[in-house]
């Protein structure tokens, strides 16, 4: 519980515009559009479906949910329900205005790798792929840990408590405006499609014990984690 900024179970039953999802630790509940919609299967309690730009939870630029040259993990069950589109899974990520921060994603129209971007100036990225981990299985859930190591200067990515990928990054991670999304980007050009279920963000490092727990062999756990 260490410096969690924001969870979101996903749990709620209802669908559609106006059915907030909310964050447990209470003060960045997301809004949804009308076409969001619940997964048929979840990988605790229920899970969100995403298939179209349309379909996304959002929440507007806030303290906790910006970044900046720090210390910062993502973790999330997602999945992907084909190989052949590229899927913006969780995101502050907006070209206007130079705004990109972070952004999860599975490069579906070039090497079908799970990947991290993140942005030090808001225009250039970089990217590191879940390589070692290698094609996610269509209509499975995968548990996609990400993190910026603003001591090290790496960007990492891990699938399923596996092998760690990580590259240099040393220009950090702009703290942007930007909205926050789950299942598209701010530049709606690409939405996720699959499902999104247990999303947490950590203004810190999580250690690999705290890591595998929260795998938990592959059948995850959720807030308050005990």
Known sequence: LTSLVAYWKLDEAGEGLGQPRADVLGTNDLSSSAGTAKCSGAKIGTADQFSAIGDELSH???AELSMGDINFTIALWASVNNQTANHRILSQWLTTGNQKSYLVYHFGTSDDLFRFFVSGDGSTNASVPATTFGIPVVDTYHFVVCWHDATANTINIQINNGAIDS??????????????????????TESHQGCVDEVGIWKRLLTATEKTYLYNGGSGRTHPFS
Do not use: C, L, M, W
């Open 167 to 188: 590259i240099a990054h040393t220009t950090g991670v702009i703290n942007s405006t930007a909205t926050f999304y789950i299942g598209r980007s701010g530049d709606a």
């Open 60 to 62: 507007a630029d806030s």
